[in-house]
T-cell receptor, first 114, second 111 residues
Framework: GAVVSQHPSWVICKSGTSVKIECRSL??????MFWYRQFPKQSLMLMAT?????????EQGVEKDKFLINHASLTLSTLTVTSAHPEDSSFYIC??????????FGQGTRLTVV | DAKTTQPPSMDCAEGRAANLPCNHS???????VYWYRQIHSQGPQYIIH?????ETNEMASLIITEDRKSSTLILPHATLRDTAVYYC????????????WGAGTKLIIKP
């Protein structure tokens, strides 16, 4: 199967700082990547769809100025949580679509804002 | 909203076959059935997908009813490491459409 690597796997940051999460497709090119957020005991909630070379499409209720997404290449997308606050603490997951095989997921990033 | 419904939880004895049902009565002709699972604090893992024929791989088997309105994921010999939340999702293949996640089934394998 295809491999998607997400980094870091966990991060603790101070309130008001920014955190960048990277998502890489290691053995395939992904024109589209997705970013999800998951709170404890809940299912994955789509935050945004990221297309290589264009602006991300955000789901309703997700602040695009707070969650900055960059998809500069076919193998890398980044999510930056700006001015993080404790309520942004969550499990963030990226996925990349591989044509014909569906979507493959990173291992997730546990963000804790203190 | 998710286009699938699954039981919230199931138990299965270790070594037995685990059969996880999924209803997708509004599935369209070009939508595939995908199964993923998520072990605690990890990203979802792809298991299997199918359109209308039954499928089998090294992880599981997928049985799709003839009318395609429901399917069953079968883990033939469940182990403790198969304890996870299992998600059934319908999606158009060869597309970049996002996955719509339901609540899934929490499968607990008991020794």
């Amino acid at each position: 199967g295809a491999v998607v690597s997400q980094h870091p796997s966990w991060v603790i940051c101070k309130s008001g700082t920014s955190v960048k999460i990277e998502c890489r497709s290691l053995d395939f090119q992904a024109t589209t990547m997705f970013w999800y957020r998951q709170f404890p005991k809940q299912s994955l909630m789509l935050m945004a769809t990221s297309n290589e070379g264009s602006k991300a499409t955000y789901e309703q209720g997700v602040e695009k100025d707070k969650f900055l997404i960059n998809h500069a290449s076919l193998t890398l997308s980044t999510l930056t949580v700006t001015s993080a606050h404790p309520e942004d603490s969550s499990f963030y997951i990226c996925s990349a679509s591989k044509t014909g095989d569906g979507a493959f997921f990173g291992q997730g990033t546990r963000l804790t804002v203190v | 909203d998710a286009k699938t419904t699954q039981p919230p939880s199931m138990d299965c004895a270790e070594g037995r076959a685990a059969n996880l049902p999924c209803n997708h009565s509004t599935i369209s002709g070009n939508e595939y059935v995908y199964w993923y699972r998520q072990i605690h604090s990890q990203g979802p893992q792809y298991i299997i997908h199918g359109l209308k024929n039954n499928e089998t791989n090294e992880m599981a088997s997928l049985i799709i009813t003839e009318d395609r309105k429901s399917s069953t994921l079968i883990l033939p010999h469940a182990t403790l490491r198969d304890t996870a939340v299992y998600y059934c999702i319908v999606r158009v293949a060869d597309s970049n459409y996002q996955l719509i996640w339901g609540a899934g089934t929490k499968l607990i394998i008991k020794p």
